[in-house]
């Protein structure tokens, strides 16, 4: 799913409504606000290339660098 910007906007004005009791209240919500928002992002990786199978059973790795949407 992509990120979503104004759910993100109104989570963190209803947490500033609540009036949390103090600081350490108002951080905790705001890092799971954040945190949330950031796990629910799509991460796309297109993995290209090719590779030459070797004579027998082989274990083929690789990486791939993607980007959040």
Do not use: H, Q
């Amino acid at each position: 799913m992509a990120l979503n910007k104004s759910a993100l906007e109104n989570d963190l004005k209803s947490m500033f409504a609540s009036r949390p009791k103090d600081d350490a209240e108002a951080a905790k919500k705001m890092a799971n606000i954040i945190y949330n928002f950031v796990v629910s992002a799509t991460v796309t990786t297109t993995v290209t290339g090719t590779c030459a199978t070797p004579a027998g059973a082989g274990t083929i790795a690789g990486t791939g660098t993607g980007s959040l949407s």
